[in-house]
């Protein structure tokens, strides 16, 4: 059976961030001070060799688990949302692909887990330097992290919007003052 893992960075207006951000902080907390996720992720961190599946099974967050509840708190963000981020890959979560192309250091600029992650106006505004740092990346560094994205998310030809989305929108919600609520679901 085959699935399509998305990966959505959704701008969000303040109050929907105040509204849902403590139930949704809870969740990343939590899933950031399990044992075994808090081993594999310092495993991937110091470079240690983490086998695919291993990655794949740290990359998931615990926001896409809740879809209701997630859902819920993307519908309190309005139906002007201006640019958003919506990237898919069959049968494996987008990020995936994104962390085995940049790697830890790289990766460690994108704030919260692996893509799932929830911030207030300002701290859009202050990890904006941070996620530039992320995505720049020279010719050749772009081809051969494309090409690393593309041997982990097998089957997906297309990871341009890996690389292309985040940075714009991420710029965008800067510029409208809003929050963002960001995960990886199954829908």
């Given at each position: 059976m085959s699935y399509s893992g998305v990966w959505f960075l959704i701008p969000a207006p303040a109050a929907a961030v105040e509204r849902h951000g403590p139930r949704l902080r809870a969740l990343l907390d939590e899933h950031?001070?399990?044992?075994?996720?808090?081993?594999?992720?310092?495993?991937?961190?110091?470079?240690?060799?983490?086998?695919?599946?291993?990655?794949?099974?740290?990359?998931?967050?615990?926001?896409?688990?809740?879809?209701?509840?997630?859902?819920?708190?993307?519908?309190?963000?309005?139906?002007?949302?201006?640019?958003?981020?919506?990237?898919?890959?069959?049968?494996?979560?987008?990020?995936?692909?994104?962390?085995?192309?940049?790697?830890?250091?790289?990766?460690?600029?994108?704030?919260?887990?692996?893509?799932?992650?929830?911030?207030?106006?300002?701290?859009?505004?202050?990890?904006?330097?941070?996620?530039?740092?992320?995505?720049?990346?020279?010719?050749?560094?772009?081809?051969?992290?494309?090409?690393?994205?593309?041997?982990?998310?097998?089957?997906?030809?297309?990871?341009?919007?890996?690389?292309?989305?985040?940075?714009?929108?991420?710029?965008?919600?800067?510029?409208?003052?809003?929050?963002?609520?960001?995960?990886?679901?199954?829908?």
């Open positions: 950031a001070a399990d044992p075994g996720n808090v081993e594999l992720r310092r495993r991937w961190e110091r470079g240690g060799a983490l086998s695919t599946d291993e990655l794949e099974g740290l990359v998931p967050g615990p926001l896409g688990q809740d879809p209701n509840g997630l859902y819920e708190a993307w519908n309190d963000c309005g139906k002007e949302i201006g640019p958003y981020v919506c990237v898919s890959a069959r049968n494996r979560y987008p990020v995936l692909g994104l962390a085995h192309a940049l790697g830890p250091e790289r990766l460690a600029g994108l704030p919260g887990w692996f893509g799932d992650l929830v911030l207030s106006p300002e701290e859009v505004r202050a990890a904006l330097p941070a996620v530039e740092a992320v995505f720049d990346l020279d010719d050749a560094e772009r081809a051969a992290a494309e090409e690393r994205a593309r041997d982990v998310l097998r089957g997906t030809d297309d990871v341009s919007g890996l690389f292309d989305a985040v940075v714009p929108v991420w710029r965008a919600t800067v510029a409208a003052a809003r929050g963002m609520i960001g995960a990886q679901l199954i829908p």
